[in-house]
C-alpha cells in the first residue's frame, strides 16, 4: 500500500475519482480512532461523526426541476479534501452535556421555545421531545457555543458547522436526482409535512410517524454516505453568510463570506414543512445568527481532518 501522503496526492488530482477518494477518506480515518467503518466519536457525549470523501458535484437544480426557487442556479463545486459529519443532528443529549459544562446557555434556549414569534408566551406551550431527539430552538451563537465546547474536549479547532455546499454536497451523496432516493417526496426518507402545495403543516405517513414533533434522530435510512436527516425533521444552520446569487458561491467547498453577513442560512426542512423545501438543492431562508426559540430549527457539526 502507498504511504499515506502519496494517496492524497492522487486523490487531489484525481478528485472526481469517487473510488480513489474513498481510498483517501478511509487512509485519513485509519490514523483516527474509530467507532465503526468510517465512523468516529471524540467523547462519550459528542456526536458520532462520519467520514465524508473528496468530490465534485452540481450544486443546485436544473431549469426543469419542479418546485426549484431562482437561488439554485446550477453550478459545479470541488471539496478537495476529506471532512467529517455528524451522523445526524446534534441531540438534545449532547446539547444537555453541553450546558452541563456550563459552555451552553441551556436556560435561555429553553426560555426562548416558550415564545412564539409575537414574542409573547406560548399559552399551551407542550415543551419539546427531549432525549435523542434534536435539540431546537438554539440560534446560531448556541452552534458556535456548542462547537466551541467539543473543541475543548479535543484541544484543537477542528469542530465547525457545514459550509452550505458541504451539506448539498452531503446530502446527494452522489446522487444527482431531487432527493437522494429519487425524484418524488417520501415519508420512508424522512419527517416532513405535506407532500402538495407549500403550506406548512404536519404529516404522518408510512415510516414517518411524527406529525407536531421531531422525530429521534437517525429513525430513517442513511445515505450512501451514511448520514441520516438531510432532509426533514429539523432545519440546520450552516455557515454561510447569505449569498443570494448562486454564481458566486464559492466552488471549492469554502463558505460564503460574500451578501449578507448580518444572517446566516440553514439547509434540510422540518418536521411542518413541505415537500418542495425537501429537495436536495433548496436553500432555505435565513435568520438572524442570535434567532432562538425556532422550535423547527437545529443544527449539525463538521469536523475538519486536515
Ligand atoms: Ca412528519
Ligand atoms: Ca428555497
Given at each position: 500500500?502507498?504511504?499515506?501522503?502519496?494517496?492524497?496526492?492522487?486523490?487531489?488530482?484525481?478528485?472526481?475519482?469517487?473510488?480513489?477518494?474513498?481510498?483517501?477518506?478511509?487512509?485519513?480515518?485509519?490514523?483516527?480512532?474509530?467507532?465503526?467503518?468510517?465512523?468516529?466519536?471524540?467523547?462519550?457525549?459528542?456526536?458520532?461523526?462520519?467520514?465524508?470523501?473528496?468530490?465534485?458535484?452540481?450544486?443546485?437544480?436544473?431549469?426543469?426541476?419542479?418546485?426549484?426557487?431562482?437561488?439554485?442556479?446550477?453550478?459545479?463545486?470541488?471539496?478537495?479534501?476529506?471532512?467529517?459529519?455528524?451522523?445526524?443532528?446534534?441531540?438534545?443529549?449532547?446539547?444537555?452535556?453541553?450546558?452541563?459544562?456550563?459552555?451552553?446557555?441551556?436556560?435561555?434556549?429553553?426560555?426562548?421555545?416558550?415564545?412564539?414569534?409575537?414574542?409573547?408566551?406560548?399559552?399551551?406551550?407542550?415543551?419539546?421531545?427531549?432525549?435523542?431527539?434534536?435539540?431546537?430552538?438554539?440560534s446560531w451563537w448556541d452552534a458556535q457555543?456548542?462547537?466551541?465546547?467539543?473543541?475543548?474536549?479535543?484541544?484543537?479547532?477542528?469542530?465547525?458547522?457545514?459550509?452550505?455546499?458541504?451539506?448539498?454536497?452531503?446530502?446527494?451523496?452522489?446522487?444527482?436526482?431531487?432527493?437522494?432516493?429519487?425524484?418524488?417526496?417520501?415519508?420512508?426518507?424522512?419527517?416532513?409535512?405535506?407532500?402538495?402545495?407549500?403550506?406548512?403543516?404536519?404529516?404522518?405517513?408510512?415510516?414517518?410517524?411524527?406529525?407536531?414533533?421531531?422525530?429521534?434522530?437517525?429513525?430513517?435510512?442513511?445515505?450512501?454516505?451514511?448520514?441520516?436527516?438531510?432532509?426533514?425533521?429539523?432545519?440546520?444552520w450552516?455557515?454561510?453568510?447569505?449569498?443570494?446569487?448562486?454564481?458566486?458561491?464559492?466552488?471549492?467547498?469554502?463558505?460564503?463570506?460574500?451578501?449578507?453577513?448580518?444572517?446566516r442560512?440553514?439547509?434540510?426542512?422540518?418536521?411542518?414543512?413541505?415537500?418542495?423545501?425537501?429537495?436536495?438543492?433548496?436553500?432555505?431562508?435565513?435568520?438572524?445568527p442570535?434567532?432562538?426559540?425556532?422550535?423547527?430549527?437545529?443544527?449539525?457539526?463538521?469536523?475538519?481532518?486536515?
Open positions: 500500500m502507498r504511504p499515506c501522503a502519496a494517496r492524497i496526492g492522487i486523490a487531489l488530482v484525481i478528485a472526481a475519482s469517487l473510488a480513489m477518494t474513498a481510498g483517501f477518506a478511509a487512509c485519513i480515518n485509519a490514523d483516527r480512532a474509530d467507532s465503526g467503518a468510517g465512523a468516529f466519536k471524540d467523547c462519550g457525549a459528542c456526536p458520532e461523526m462520519v467520514v465524508v470523501p473528496p468530490g465534485i458535484f452540481v450544486m443546485g437544480s436544473p431549469e426543469t426541476e419542479k418546485n426549484r426557487d431562482a437561488d439554485e442556479g446550477q453550478h459545479s463545486v470541488a471539496i478537495a479534501y476529506p471532512f467529517a459529519v455528524s451522523k445526524g443532528p446534534v441531540t438534545w443529549d449532547q446539547w444537555d452535556a453541553c450546558v452541563r459544562d456550563g459552555a451552553c446557555d441551556g436556560p435561555s434556549v429553553e426560555a426562548a421555545l416558550r415564545l412564539g414569534r409575537d414574542g409573547k408566551p406560548i399559552r399551551d406551550y407542550a415543551g419539546h421531545a427531549p432525549g435523542h431527539h434534536p435539540v431546537v430552538g438554539v457555543a456548542f462547537i466551541r465546547w467539543l473543541n475543548s474536549k479535543i484541544g484543537g479547532n477542528k469542530y465547525r458547522l457545514l459550509s452550505e455546499s458541504e451539506f448539498e454536497y452531503a446530502a446527494r451523496a452522489g446522487t444527482a436526482t431531487v432527493y437522494w432516493w429519487g425524484d418524488e417526496p417520501s415519508h420512508e426518507y424522512a419527517n416532513y409535512g405535506k407532500d402538495a402545495g407549500q403550506d406548512l403543516g404536519g404529516w404522518a405517513e408510512g415510516r414517518d410517524q411524527w406529525v407536531d414533533s421531531t422525530s429521534p434522530v437517525c429513525s430513517f435510512p442513511a445515505n450512501a454516505f451514511g448520514l441520516c436527516d438531510m432532509h426533514g425533521n429539523v432545519y440546520q450552516v455557515e454561510d453568510c447569505y449569498e443570494s446569487d448562486a454564481n458566486l458561491l464559492p466552488t471549492d467547498g469554502s463558505a460564503a463570506e460574500s451578501g449578507d453577513c448580518a444572517v442560512g440553514f439547509r434540510s426542512n422540518s418536521f411542518e414543512s413541505n415537500a418542495k423545501t425537501l429537495r436536495s438543492a433548496n436553500r432555505a431562508f435565513v435568520y438572524a442570535d434567532t432562538r426559540g425556532r422550535p423547527y430549527l437545529g443544527f449539525r457539526v463538521a469536523k475538519t481532518l486536515r
